[in-house]
């Protein structure tokens, strides 16, 4: 398939974490724009739930359950995409978890692995597996959600912080490679967004990072969803292996 027999298709997105937060946003976003997505979880339970508000809508969602650290059910994922709306085009990586919140010198191997599985091992399988299908179509978007925590980095979130800024040099190395293929790769870094990700952040790490947010809030997922609308569109054409700042004015560099 050619770039332009690509550029008439319907574009199909999938979007791992789907199910909840900014992936959630953005489904409903590129959803509502006539985009086939896939919204790929772990938790079942809000899969199917937010599945039949998708299904009330009206909307082209599909959903799958999975855990993208396992590289046979990421496998999956993307042959049930295949299968269900003919390839991939997007891929937004939105699928992660905040780890342990306490002083890395308390932090266990097991808590550390579990972290690292998910936002940095998971992140890159799905990469490889969409990039298999973008190389020889010429064409893809795929948006890495990474964090502000990965420039910055986090006091009491050191597993958070380290494989987010892992998933910011993966994309900057990805998006080298596949640039000829006219494949663009971006990632974005928000400040602490409302999302059910962070319910399980103590009050006083919250305080910490919004106290750093000259806005003074946190974001919504609907405002992140927006900046990943654009960055997986045909509009985003000349920026690839950039990481985006969506942080209230935090970002540093």
């Known amino acids: 398939m050619t770039a332009s027999e690509t550029s008439r298709q319907v574009r199909t997105a999938i979007i791992t974490g789907g199910a909840s937060g900014i992936g959630l946003a953005t489904a409903y976003k590129l959803a509502g724009s006539g985009i086939n997505v896939v919204i790929a979880d772990f938790n079942e339970e809000t899969l199917s739930k937010q599945l039949a508000a998708f299904e009330k809508e009206g909307l082209p969602v599909a959903g799958y359950r999975v855990n993208i650290s396992r590289p046979e059910e990421v496998k999956g994922l993307f042959e049930f995409t ?34 690292v599985d998910v936002n940095l091992t998971g992140t890159f399988l799905c990469c490889q597996a969409a990039l298999k299908e973008m190389i020889p179509a010429k064409y893809g978007r795929i948006v890495n959600v990474a964090s502000i925590a990965g420039k910055e980095g986090n006091p009491n979130l050191a597993a958070y912080s380290a494989t987010k800024g892992a998933v910011i040099a993966l994309t900057k190395s990805l998006a080298k490679e596949a640039a000829s293929a006219g494949v663009i790769i971006n990632a974005l870094a928000p400040a602490v967004i409302a999302t059910p990700m962070n319910k399980d952040t103590n009050q006083q790490t919250l305080d910490y990072m919004i106290s750093r947010i000259p806005l003074g809030r946190v974001g919504q997922p609907q405002e992140v969803a927006e900046m990943i609308a654009w960055m997986a569109s045909d509009a985003c054409t000349f920026t690839t292996g950039f990481c985006f700042d969506i942080s209230g004015g935090r970002a540093t560099y």
């Open 82 to 115: 295949r299968q269900k709306f003919g390839g991939v085009q997007i891929l937004v990586n939105c699928a992660g978890m905040v780890g342990p919140n306490k002083p890395a010198i308390q932090v266990s191997l097991e808590e550390w692995q579990s972290t």
